[in-house]
């Protein structure tokens, strides 16, 4: 049966990737990509070669018609976003879906792993039964729609992503929203060098992040 892989990748730590993932991407005929540089730093470290196909979020209708012939000549493909498990704020739902519709007898299997929502979480120390997921805030029109829209999640943590240049707006505008003494945990560079889990108040992480410290890929969890 033909297969269509959908794997998580490290989100920074190589040493992340799971021998299942490491196993399925050797055996994949065809390894389709967000970005193939990415990708490639991952096939080079594990010393494979494979043919690479880039599929990011504006690839058409043509491309994704171009992998289910691939699939339906009886070939096997994997697909990886440049971070994470694909799908989460992250290119590979369109991918499954045409898959899905238009050759259903391909079966797509997901291959588990990182992801910076589960990760963050398992060090927030707050009950995370339930919690609301929102990806990244608009960068400019619908911010203040997007944050009052939040204070409907009455009972849940909620989890976003951030990135250094509108790091400081997203925690001012946590605090105008939720209010100052609302507790927040921001999760720096998770796995990677700079790693770093810091817990406080809107206010002080905006005096906290301020500068060198703010560089980095950010995933906040707003208690």
Not at 148 to 175: C, N
């Amino acid at each position: 049966m033909q297969m269509l892989y959908i794997i998580a990748t490290p989100i920074g730590n190589l040493k992340d990737l799971t021998l299942r993932a490491i196993e399925t991407l050797k055996a994949s005929d065809l390894i389709l990509a967000e970005d193939t540089r990415v990708l490639r730093k991952i096939l080079n470290h594990l010393d494979i070669q494979k043919p690479v196909w880039r599929a990011d979020e504006y690839a058409p209708d043509s491309f994704y018609r171009k992998v289910a012939e691939f699939l339906q000549a009886g070939k096997n493909a994997a697909f990886v976003s440049d971070a994470g498990t694909p799908g989460i704020a992250d290119p590979g739902s369109k991918l499954v879906r045409y898959i899905s519709e238009y050759a259903p007898e391909v079966r797509i299997v997901p291959i588990p792993g990182p992801s910076a929502v589960a990760t963050i979480l398992s060090v927030a120390g707050i009950n995370a039964n339930e919690f609301t997921f929102v990806g990244y805030p608009p960068h400019k029109k619908g911010r203040e729609t997007f944050f009052k829209k939040l204070t409907e999640t009455k009972i849940r943590p909620i989890v976003l992503y951030e990135s250094p240049h509108r790091l400081q707006k997203t925690l001012e505008a946590i605090g105008k929203t939720f209010g100052e003494d609302r507790s927040v945990v921001v999760g720096k560079e998770l796995t990677k060098i700079h790693e770093e889990i810091w817990r406080g108040t809107p206010k002080d992480a905006m005096e906290y992040f301020k500068g060198e410290k703010g560089k980095g890929e950010f995933t906040i969890v707003i208690h």
